[in-house]
C-alpha cells in the first residue's frame, strides 16, 4: 500500500497528522473534513515537519494541521468524518472520544441526560423501585420528561428574597467591582456595562449576581431546586450564568441549547426563573411552548446544536419554534409566579417572554442555568475565574471570580 499516514492529534481544537503516497512523493495528498456528512473544511498534507524529514517519510512536507472551527463542540467531534478529497474514500480515525449520552439513543442527535433516553422510563421506573427516588420525585421527573418544565412552589421563603432585593438595589446604586450589565437601552445595541442606574427599568440584565451575592447563590441554589437537578443530572449541579430582569424583555421563543453552551454535552443543561415578585399576566411573564423539548433538532449550518458558527440561521430557528408547536400540537403555557416560585426548564424547552403590556409593572426574576459539575460550559476554555462551592452548588462565572470580590450590603 503506497499511501501512509497517521492522525497524531484529534480534538475539538485540531486534526493533526501526515500522509503521503510513496509512489508520488511530491503530488500532495488533498483531504475533506465532515461533520454531520457536510464538508466544513478542506486540506492539503504538505507541511514540513522536521521529525518526518528525519524519518525520511515525504521529504518531511507531509504533515498537516487542521484548525477545528471557532465553537465546534467536543460533542461535535463524535461526528466527524475525514475523506479523500472529492471521492468516498474514508479514513478510518482512532475512536473519538464522544461524551458517553451522545452516541446513546438521546431524543437530540448532540446527547442529553438520562431522561432523554429512548429507555427513560425504564430508568426512571428502575430507579424508583430501587428506592433512589421518592414518589413525588418520580412523579415530578415524568413530568418533566412528558412537559420540559417543573414547578416548585415557595421554594424560596419571602425574607430571603426581600433580603436579595435589598441587595439589589445597593448594588444599582454601588456596584461591587466586577459586576456587569447587558443592556439593549438606549438604542437598540448589546451592550456589557456596569450597573447603569437609567437603564435598569428597560432591556436590561445584572449578570452573575451570584459571583457578588451570598444570597443570590442561596436563592439560586433553593433546596428543592438542587434536590431536582441533582437528579437529574445524576451529579451536583454547577451554576455558571444568572440573568436579573427588573422587566419583561419580550425575548422571542427560543431553546437555551442554541446559546448557552455545554461542551461536550449541549443537552447537559437545565435553567430556573425564580419569582422574586408576584408576576401579573401582561408584565412579560415567562412563557413556554408544553412538550417542546422532544422536538426534532434544529441543525445550523446543517451541522451544529448552537447557534453562534451560523448566525444567519438564527430566524430560521426561531421560526422552526413555531413551525414545530404547530406540527406536533405544542400548546402555550405562562408562568404566572408568586413570589418564591420556581420553574425548572430543560435544555431545549422552546421558552420566551410574553409581550408587555402593563409597562408601569415590573416583573423582578432571577434566572439561573445549570450543567452537571462533572461539565464545563463552554467559555471555560478561555475564562478561568475562581468558582466556589456552597449550597451543594458550584458557581462559575463568565465575568469575575465568584465570591471573591467587592461584597456589599
Ligand atoms: O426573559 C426571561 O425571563 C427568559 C430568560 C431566558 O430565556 C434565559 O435566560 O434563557
Ligand atoms: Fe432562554
Redesign the pocket.
Known sequence: MPIRGSIDRIDEQFLEGWAVDDDHPTAKLAFDVLVNDRVIGRFIADSFRQDLKDADIGGGECAFSFAMPPFFGKQDLANLRLRFADSNLFIVLPTPRPAEAAVAPTTSRFGGLWLDRADWMDRLSAKHRAGKLSDAMAVRLFQFARDGYTVFEKAVGTRLIERLKGELDQFWLNPPEGLLIETFEPDGAMRYLPPDARWRHGRTKLLDIFAHSELARQVAAAPPVVEFLSTLFEDAPKAFQS?N?HN??E?PM?K?TA??KVDGNPLALA?S?TALEDVEAGT?E?EYFIGSHRAPDFLFGGISKWMENHAEDNPAFLESLHRDAETYGHNRGKFLARRGDVLVWHADLA???APVTRVDRSRQ?L?T?FCPSGLEPFYRRTSQHATLTEHGCSFVSQYSPVGGNGRIG
Open positions: 440573568l430582569f419583561g424583555t425575548a427560543h437555551d446559546y448557552v435553567a426563573w412579560g415567562l421558552h420566551g417572554d426574576s434566572v442555568h
